[in-house]
């Protein structure tokens, strides 16, 4: 065994996105056109190209022989590495974070971990519809850091027990699930772990890391070598509960329990299955912390379409790590879409969100987006899937005992928000589905299934400016990786010793995308 995972780990240091040889590209990509321009409170954002793909494949596997997939969940890029070099190559640090695991046919006992990789990024400003350029961004996987408890012990993805968490000193009680045999459906001792379904991640200044989760939905500080410091648990209406009482569970069972009953199915109040929080990230100072719940909470019109609008956003001090305090609190309505494939009076949909990122001035850029099309997927044909902007300045601040406690709400069962509440300015802006960019890299949305088919699942943002320094020209690249979860026919995980075949047939590449975006002037990357 020591023999295969040193194997491992010499092929994966040497795993790296499929591109093209670099070619010496212009000192600074021309944005010659505009695909779409928004003005958002005053500030205007313009999306001038898509500027490059690239992709892992679906069955690559990391340093404990596990598969690397998923890891679109959230990503982030440390900003002290990004560099231009004089050819017009970009490189820098991506870290990257799955979220539990391979489930799409129930909950596995996964380690929570974290990926890092080398970025090297050739812009291909002259690629067409008619000559499309190769893949033109490399993710260089170097290693993977796995997160751990404060007793040592390993994390989880499976779905947290019904009732009940692990109680830690100086923690607030804690998602756990209690597992049978090694949690993989095969022999062991069994045991009891923290849950954590990540899902945001943010790269603080100490060396820590701030990672969300949907369990809980918690804010986890883990330390630089993946022990978990802190948790922040957010306010009561947040919490899910069934049956008066905290359960964390999401309604996900083990892939050996299948038959599992959690009644009832959906909380009572709280957040929403598969619904926490979503969206994480930090103001440039690293001192003040954002998080946004995917979808609104029971109490405020979840978890139904169309009335699961109401998204909750969060606002940390985190001036000091160890001593967050909860400063503020916003609504975000999440924008609608049109479902061409359901039934009558059933089309109205939420795009909920799948990531926020600070861009400055109380503004954020939002991935919201439909589901259930892509790659994989029944239907081909997405028809939102969008980063868009939205404002806080003139927002209610909602903080207040009465909304926070158990069951508080700001709005209807309806989705409807009370009198007294306004929510923050949402503008639309970046359409990842223009097929006319996309097949400058020989991409699109719709169609057969196959290569070159979007993803579904679109869930990080990263930026980085283009003239590889401060960005003070406004000229921004947007990262965004695709969530594939764990989709191949050639499985592994469990150290490699849990092998798995994904019952969809299919072998999902782990995608990504660069665009190249101009902010209105003053924004800064976080």
Aim: hydrophobic share 30%.
């Amino acid at each position: 065994m020591l023999t295969l995972t040193r194997v491992f780990l010499v092929l994966s240091s040497c795993l790296t996105v499929v591109s093209a040889v670099p070619t010496s590209p212009k000192s600074h990509p021309p944005a010659t056109g505009v695909v779409n321009q928004t003005t958002c409170n005053g500030k205007q954002y313009t999306y001038q190209q898509l500027a490059g793909y690239g992709f892992i494949p679906a069955n690559a596997r990391d340093s404990q022989g596990d598969t690397l997939g998923g890891f679109g969940s959230a990503i982030a890029i440390d900003q002290k590495s990004w560099r231009k070099l004089k050819n017009g190559t970009y490189t820098g640090t991506l870290y990257a974070l799955p979220d539990r695991g391979w489930n799409t046919q129930g909950t596995l006992n996964y380690q929570d971990r974290i990926h890092i990789f080398a970025i090297s990024f050739t812009p291909a400003p002259d690629a067409t519809a008619t000559s499309p350029s190769p893949p033109n961004l490399h993710l260089n996987y170097q290693s993977t850091l796995l997160l751990i408890d404060p007793r040592g012990n390993p994390t989880t993805g499976l779905d947290a027990d019904l009732t009940g968490g692990l109680t830690i000193r100086n923690f607030p009680l804690l998602p756990s699930a209690t597992y049978t045999g090694n949690g993989f459906g095969q022999p062991g001792p069994g045991g009891r772990r923290i849950s954590i379904d990540a899902e945001g991640l943010v790269l603080a200044n100490d060396g820590s890391y701030w990672v969300s989760d949907e369990y809980g939905p918690y804010i986890y500080r883990f330390s630089a070598s993946g022990k978990l410091l802190s948790a922040i648990a957010p306010p009561p209406a947040y919490i899910p509960r069934r049956n008066n009482t905290v359960s964390f569970s999401a309604n996900s069972p083990p892939i050996y329990d299948p038959n599992r009953a959690v009644i009832p199915s959906d909380p009572q109040s709280g957040r929403s299955n598969n619904q926490g929080l979503e969206g994480l990230t930090a103001s440039p100072d690293g001192k003040t912390l954002y998080a946004l719940t995917q979808s609104a909470l029971i109490n405020d019109g979840g978890p139904d379409n169309p009335f699961r609008r109401q998204a909750r956003l969060l606002e940390y001090n985190v001036s000091s790590p160890s001593n967050p305090t909860f400063t503020r609190e916003y609504v975000v309505t999440l924008p609608l879409w049109t479902d061409p494939t359901a039934k009558a009076g059933k089309q109205t949909k939420v795009a909920v969100q799948s990531e926020i990122y600070y861009v400055g001035g109380g503004q954020f850029f939002i991935l919201a987006r439909d589901s259930g099309a892509g790659g994989g997927q029944e239907s081909s044909t997405s028809i939102y899937r969008h980063i868009d902007v939205f404002d806080i300045s003139s927002a209610t601040d909602i903080k207040s005992e009465a909304n926070d406690a158990v069951n508080g709400s700001i709005a209807s069962k309806q989705g409807v928000l009370k009198p007294g509440v306004t929510a923050a300015t949402y503008c639309s802006f970046l359409d990842f589905n223009v097929n006319s960019e996309l097949a400058r890299f020989g991409l699109r949305n719709g169609g057969a299934q196959g290569p070159g088919l979007l993803n579904e699942k679109w869930e990080s943002i990263a930026l980085v400016p283009v003239d590889g320094k401060k960005g003070k020209d406004g000229e921004f690249f947007v990262f965004s990786l695709s969530d594939n979860d764990f989709i191949t026919q050639d499985g592994y995980l469990n150290n490699g010793q849990y092998r798995y075949s994904d019952e969809s047939g299919f072998n999902l590449n782990n995608q990504a995308l660069v665009f190249q975006v101009q902010l209105p002037p003053g924004k800064k990357q976080s």
